[in-house]
Structures are given as C-alpha cells and as structure tokens.
C-alpha cells in the first residue's frame, strides 16, 4: 500500500491533525522506555473514539497494515516499538475516566488513563487502584493491562491481572468484544486472563474496568539494614514463615543504596550491604503488632540498624529513595540497562552472588533492586553506549542472568514483558511445543497477524538460530529444526 | 502418595487424537453433577497424585492434578497456611471408598468457596500449570514465582475451561497464611438494609472475609488479626455466630438446608445488589427461602423452575450471567452455560481449535463447537 493514498483514506476517519506523517512528528514515536533500540513508524495515528479505531482498524486488515497500539510509550521491553511498515495507533487521547462506582468498588476508564490517576479520582471515595509500577506517574492503564503490569505491593495485592474485571477490546477485525464482565467472573472461557500481558498480540485494548480497594487505615513502612546480603535474604524468608503478608518487601544491595541516597536523601545507610523496606497496612491494630512482629525476625537476623517511620511525611521519604533507584541508579554511568527476571526467594543470595561473579567477568558494575517478596529482581547493569561493543556485552551478561533466572525455577520476566527485549530468551524459558502453541492462540485472534507482529513470542527459526547461545547440559534446544 | 501416570494419560490422548474418539476427563467425580453431560471414553486421571514441591516461605505449592484437596490443605495446615480461595470439596460418600475434590478438578472447574469476594477466586492463585493438550503434547506454562509474565497466560485460561482445552497434569498455586482469627456476625435486615450495609463496609478496611443473605438475615465473617477483628466487631455490632467455621463450611460444601432441593438451582453472577427481580416470571417463589446470597451480593444461587431465558435475561440485566448448576430432579432442557455473543463464541471455537483441533477432550462439556463436523 502506498502511503499517500492510505493517509487520505484516513483522513477520511480522523482530522488531518490526527495522522502523522513527518517525519519530526514521527520522531517522539520511534522507542518506547527501552531506548536502546529505535525505528521510526511509518505512520501515526491519534484517534478519540472507540469508532474511530474501529475504522482505522478494519481499513489496516483490509490493506494487511501493521498495526502496534501505543499508550504512553513507557514500556521498558520495546513492546510498542514501531516497525518499518507498521501504523502505531495512540491511545493518548482516550484518557478519560469514565465512571467510578463506590456500590461496586470499581472504575470504568479509557486505555490512555494514567495508572496514578485512577487512585486519584477513587479517593474521594476511601478507595484506591492497587497495582503501582514504578512509572504510575506517567503509565496508562492500557499498557498496564496489555503488559500484565505490576509494581512494589504485588505481594499482597497482586498484578494488573488480579485487579481487573472487564476489558473492552478491538478485534483484528475491527468488532468490539467485551472480555470479563461486571461480576466477579464471566461465562466461557477466561479470556480476561489471556489478553492481560498479551503485550498487544490480540487485540486492541479500548476500555477497562478495574477493582478498587478501601485505602487501609493506617500503614507503617520499616527499614533495615544489613551487613550482609544473607541475612537479608533470610529475613525475607522468615518475615514470610511467621504468617505476614506485607504490602511490600523491597531489597536493595549497596551499590543502589547508595545512589539512591545521594538522589533522594532517604536517611539509607550508606555503608550497609543491603537494605530491606518493609511496609505493613491494614488496621492499625493489625499493623502495630505486624510492625512489633517484624521488628523482632529481623533484630533475630543481625540488623545493623532499624527504622520505623513515625508519620506518612516519613513513610514518603522512606519509599522515595526506593522509588527514585533506578533514576539515581542513572547518574552512576551514562546507560543503563535493567532486567527483570524471577525466582523462587530462597534463591535471592545465590543469585547475587552470580551476578556479582558475571559483573566481574563482564567488568560490568550492578546495583541490584528486588522486590524481595515475589522474588522479582531489577539488576541494573551500568555501561556506557558510546563505547563499541558495550552494549552488545551488557545484553549478553543480561541474558546469563535471565538464564539464571530460568535455571533456578524462575521466569525471564516478572512484570516489564517480553517486547523485543527478551524475545531470544523465551527460548530458553520454553520449548518448541510451547512456542507453536503461542502461535496458535495468536492466530486464532489474528489469523494474519498483523496486531504488534514479531514481539513477546519468537519464531522457532529465530530459537533456532539462537540456538548456539543456549546449549544447557549439552542438550541442543529446538533438536528437530534446521539450523541455519 | 505419589503417582505418576502423565505418560499413560499422553498415549490415550495420542490415541484420541489419532482415532477421533472424544474422551471425558474424570478425576474423582466429585462434580461430575457440572457442565453439559455426555458420552464419552472415559479417560481417567485421579490416579496421577502427589505433592511435587512445597516451600511454605515461598509460598507456592505444586501438587499433580488428581491430588485430593484433602492431602494439599491438610499439608498447608500443618505449616500454618492455607488455600485463601477456600474451593469446595463436595464429598461424594459411597461403598467402595470417601471420593472429594481433586486440584485439576478444582481449577477445570474454576471454583471458589465464600471467601472468593475478599481473596480472589481459583484464577487469582494459579501461578502455573502444565498440561496435554488435544494434540497430546504436554506444555508446561506459568511457573512457581509469583510475578511471571512470559508468554500468554495459558494457565490461567485453564481455569474454568472445564477440560476443553487440556488435561491439567499439575498446577503451582500461591497459599497464603491461615487467618489468626475469625469470628462471624449476623443481623437481621431486609434486602435493602442488608446491601445499604453491605456497601458501606464495603468501603472501610475492615477485613470482611465473607457474606451470605437468606431469609432476612445477613451473614458475616471477619477475618484476621485477634484485636482487629474484636474492634470490627465493636463498630458492626451483630449478633456472634456460636459456629463460625461450620456455618462457612455448610455453605462452601453446599450441605446448608438452603441447598436441599429438588428443584434446579442456578447460579447468577452479578454486580453488587441483593435484588433479584425474580417474582415477575414465579409467583409462587420465596425469595427469602429459596434464593441465597454470597459474596457481598455479587453471587446469587436460586431454587426455581423459571425458565433459563428468562434467568438469563434477568442475569444479564444484573450484569453477569446465569449458570444451571445443577439440574434438580427432573433434566432440564437448556444449556448449563450461559450463551455466548456470537464474536466471543467465534474466539472461544478458535481457541478450540488452537488446543484441540479434532475435539476430543470433553466434547461439548461447556459450548457445542461442532468442530468434528468438518475435518
């Protein structure tokens, strides 16, 4: 298709001001939060309406266009990355807050919605939206719900998946289809589940009702400190025993602490081997003995020092200084690159000591940054783009530790997505069985893929091809394809 | 006990596949009283049993499919913890030996006990599942980790699917610590009262763990920390119930008088409200005795020969759907699930076909899709 005649068939659709062609106005759409790769679309489109996009879409399938939904572009595995001839569909303009329902503890809004605008306009009400990634600032619930996203109080409140009734979405087709419902569950098959993280492979996400939850009567942040990351780590692990569930169970190692304190002046001591923050919530009852409890597991395991904060101006400073790790982690070198693999907790100080080991080989530095409690780890690799070749290592030392990861009983990634990023590691996490049967459940929303083609589940020629990289056992994976 | 028959069950999928002849998947039939019946080559899993992995500080537990519910909770509760989505076990008693729910069975089946309102349901704790699908490939997705989103989440679709789309071998799902405390209140309110009630606790941090409504009285359950729940009780006020836990485990096991019925009881799914417009179409009906409601007003189970048009408008109007649980004494004519709108039903046929293209695993236990009509 050319592109002159297919922009006047989409202004047709939307106002001229609504189709980008130029290539200045193109430039702000080439990445997404993985900055490291680039390409500019060939198209964008900013629609305002459900029918909008219903026409846009039905006139991308008939043309056998491309299409990659875009929200507010914050994604860290490159899952909104534009393709050469691909129309990136903006959903920043459908950032409306619909309706939020005290009676039934939920909020009907648009995809282009900041995650951290919901928690506001529930708060009038004593309610609150529960997942918060790192970004809620600037992320919209869209990509929230297209990357399963999750944030520092998993633990306890779960994932976007798990905070969600109904989803809205358009077909490859151009028809729109409820996903989920009003109750708490649906006849069928649960579909709501599927497309949650399904990174924009089979459907557009056009509207979503999320769950509410009261905001707790009181919550109370801890902070210990460690001379030693094992201690640390068997904290966690007894925090867990003793019957608690905190709100968030954060780690950092030395290295982070101590940007993060430079940055944010959080009081983190910046001589400590690790830090744990711990936050209880709940009744304030509930919370003053946890807290006690809490206090106690971890003097037991060798705290260097504690801290409870006293007031919520406190707790704020306390989280801030987790909250701004990965920009203060950003003024050590002049890249960095931040993973996000999963393990089984018990495994939290063998793997650190791995990657302390890779960072060596590699002469690579790593401040690492855990969500303790779920075992989600945020090692961020330190390198600097400029110097051949650096980039290319520091994937390779990101891939061992995704490997790891696998090795371990863990996933390539607990909440950042698949994208472009770890679409090599998905090999390693899965056999060729389980990639045709992605396939097939991508085909069967979109027999022509042309929603987001080429992310989050690689080809096997491309595991193939891979294939060298990843001989475990002296076992060759994908044994039954050619080799190229 | 340990038992492993994954391969036996692949070879008579294998032979399934091959010869075209659909098999039902039964485990220990504790509800086999759900879903559409048919006729099918029995194909027999509650032998493949056994907790695989148990680490209460990751608090994760993997168990092979047939494992009864029993062994899992009794092994959970040695250590404290619990399944927080509290799934029925609906004990079937007979001669030849004590049969109750198994894991597979529970999440084929996606059910959920009282507490589902507050801790989430089945779905909400599968953290990972491996499976055979319709091809006689077995797959394995999800994992033991609690944030894990590699790839579709196939495991949770496994939730509900009734065995459509695959045999669960084992499953991975995340406990969670026994409440220290429960106490259970109940008051005697009209409908309104009771929603009006409802909604207002709703929005407070009070740790309401369950609710049910039948016959003017609200039912409720608080859960957790002595103290806290001590206080909540001060704030709500209610009559204590003397027997807390065997009141929640007569509703959960569905041995409450409520559910001694002859007559078809349905399942309506809702939005919050405990206002079910049912007297139009049955005059004779008693919505105090013969309907129940549980979690905060969104589950509704009803004893009514209505007509299943008429529950499922009524259900959709209350935005949700309607689910012939079980048949009464009489079969009735009408589908056990609640139809589909023709672009789902066409997703839900694909993805049929994209786990199971001869049809062959529990054919037309949930949706005709007709698919053996062509090949």
């Given at each position: 298709m050319q592109k002159q005649p297919f922009i006047q068939k989409l202004y047709q659709i939307l106002p001229e001001s609504s189709v980008l062609a130029d290539k200045e106005e193109l430039r702000p759409y080439?990445?997404?939060?993985?900055?490291a790769y680039r390409q500019l679309p060939w198209l964008v489109v900013l629609p305002e309406s459900i029918l909008q996009i219903q026409q846009i879409i039905k006139l991308c399938f008939s043309n056998n266009i491309a299409v990659i939904a875009r929200g507010?572009?914050?994604?860290?595995?490159?899952?909104?990355?534009?393709?050469?001839?691909c129309l990136i569909l903006s959903?920043?303009?459908?950032?409306?807050?619909?309706n939020v329902d005290p009676v039934s503890r939920s909020a009907q809004v648009q995809p282009g919605v900041r995650n951290l605008a919901i928690s506001d306009a529930a708060k009038a009400y004593g309610l609150y939206y529960a997942p918060d990634p790192s970004s809620q600032i600037a992320c919209s619930i869209g990509g929230n719900v297209a990357e399963n996203a999750g944030g520092v109080?998993?633990?306890?409140?779960?994932?976007t998946v798990n905070n969600i009734l109904e989803v809205k979405i358009i077909t490859v087709e151009g028809e729109l289809v409820t996903l989920?419902?009003?109750?708490l569950d649906s006849a069928g098959y649960d579909l709501l589940a599927l497309i949650t993280g399904s990174e924009g492979l089979l459907g557009i996400i056009v509207e979503i009702t999320v769950k509410l939850l009261p905001v707790p009567e009181k919550a109370q942040v801890l902070l210990a400190a460690f001379d030693n990351v094992l201690d640390a780590g068997k904290t966690v692990g007894d925090i867990i025993a003793n019957g608690i569930i905190p709100a968030g169970l954060e780690m950092m190692d030395n290295l982070a602490i101590k940007a993060a304190e430079d940055f944010?002046?959080?009081?983190?001591?910046?001589?400590?081997a690790a830090i744990l923050l711990c936050e209880l919530d709940g009744t304030t009852i509930g919370v003053e003995q946890s807290i006690q409890k809490v206090k106690n597991i971890v003097k037991q395991n060798n705290a260097s020092s504690l801290r409870i904060s006293g007031n919520e101006q406190e707790r704020a400073l306390i989280w801030q200084g987790r909250k701004s790790a990965f920009p203060a982690v950003g003024r050590l070198a002049p890249d960095y690159y931040c993973m996000d693999g999963t393990i089984p907790k018990k495994c939290l100080p063998d793997i650190l000591d791995k990657i302390n080991q890779l960072s060596n080989e590699y002469n690579l530095p790593v401040a690492n940054v855990f969500h303790a409690g779920d075992g989600n780890l945020h090692p961020l690799i330190l390198y600097d783009a400029?110097?051949?070749?650096e980039l290319e290592r520091t994937e390779e030392f990101g891939g061992k530790i995704l490997q790891l990861c696998v090795e371990m009983?863990?996933?390539?990634?607990?909440?950042?997505?698949?994208?472009?990023?770890k679409i090599d590691q998905m090999c390693v996490q899965f056999n060729s069985l389980e990639l045709q049967q992605f396939h097939k459940i991508k085909a069967a929303f979109d027999q022509k893929s042309?929603?987001?083609?080429?992310?989050a589940v690689p080809t096997l020629h491309r595991c193939a091809e891979l294939g060298g990289m990843h001989v475990h056992d002296g076992k060759l994976p994908h044994p039954e394809l050619e080799r190229f | 006990m340990q038992h492993d028959i994954a391969q036996l069950i692949q070879e008579q999928v294998i032979e399934a596949h091959r010869s075209q002849n659909p098999v039902e998947i039964i485990s220990?039939?504790?509800?086999?009283?759900?879903?559409n019946s048919i006729q099918a080559t029995p194909l027999i899993?509650?032998?493949?049993?056994?907790?695989?992995n148990y680490e209460p500080t990751e608090l994760v537990i993997t168990a092979r499919a047939g494992t009864p519910l029993d062994e899992i909770e009794k092994v959970l509760s040695d250590n404290?913890?619990?399944?927080?989505?509290?799934?029925?076990?609906f004990r079937v008693f007979d001669t030849t030996r004590n049969r109750s729910a198994t894991l597979g069975g529970t999440i084929a089946c996606g059910f959920s006990g009282p507490a589902r309102a507050n801790a989430g349901s089945v779905r909400d704790f599968l953290l990972g599942c491996e499976i055979i699908n319709g091809l006689g490939e077995q797959l394995k997705f999800g994992?033991?980790?609690?944030?894990n989103v590699a790839g579709y989440d196939v495991s949770r679709l496994m939730s509900g699917s009734m065995g459509t789309l695959g045999i669960i071998l084992n499953a991975s799902l995340k406990t969670l610590p026994k409440h220290e405390h429960e106490i259970s209140l109940s008051f005697s309110l009209s409908r309104d009262q009771a929603f009006e009630k409802l909604t207002q606790w709703n929005?407070?941090?009070?740790?309401?763990t369950a609710s049910t409504y039948h016959n003017d009285t609200l039912t409720v359950r608080l859960s957790g920390n002595a103290e806290a729940v001590n206080a909540t009780h001060k704030l709500l006020g209610g009559e204590r119930l003397e027997n807390s836990p065997e009141y929640w485990q007569y509703i959960k096991e569905q041995?409450?008088?409520?559910?001694?019925?002859?007559k078809p009881l349905w399942r309506i799914s809702s939005?919050?409200?405990?206002?079910?417009?049912l007297t139009r179409f049955d005059?004779?009906?008693?919505m105090g005795t013969d309907s129940l409601s549980e979690w905060h007003g969104t589950l509704h189970w009803i004893k009514t020969t209505v007509a299943a048009d008429n529950i499922r408008k009524i259900a959709e109007k209350l935005g949700g759907h309607a689910t012939l649980y079980r048949q009464g004494v009489s079969k009735q004519n009408t589908s056990i699930f609640h139809p589909l709108t023709t672009p789902l039903f066409t997703i839900h046929k694909n993805l049929k076909m994209a786990f199971d293209p001869k049809d062959i695993l529990n054919r037309n236990k949930m949706y005709a899709f007709n698919l053996h009509h062509k090949s």
């Open positions: 080439e990445c997404d939060g993985l900055s507010a572009g914050t994604g860290l595995s490159g899952g909104s990355l534009p393709q050469e001839n959903l920043a303009k459908l950032n409306k807050i619909l109080h998993c633990l306890k409140y779960g994932l989920g419902g009003q109750s944010a002046h959080a009081g983190y001591p910046k001589d400590a400029n110097i051949d070749d009983g863990g996933s390539i990634t607990g909440e950042h997505g698949v994208g472009i990023e042309l929603l987001n083609p080429g992310k | 220990n039939g504790s509800k086999h009283f759900y879903g899993v509650s032998q493949h049993q056994g907790v695989i404290g913890q619990q399944l927080a989505f509290e799934p029925p076990h994992g033991q980790v609690m944030k929005l407070k941090p009070y740790q309401l041995l409450h008088p409520f559910f001694k019925t002859d939005k919050p409200q405990l206002d079910i417009p005059e004779k009906i008693d």
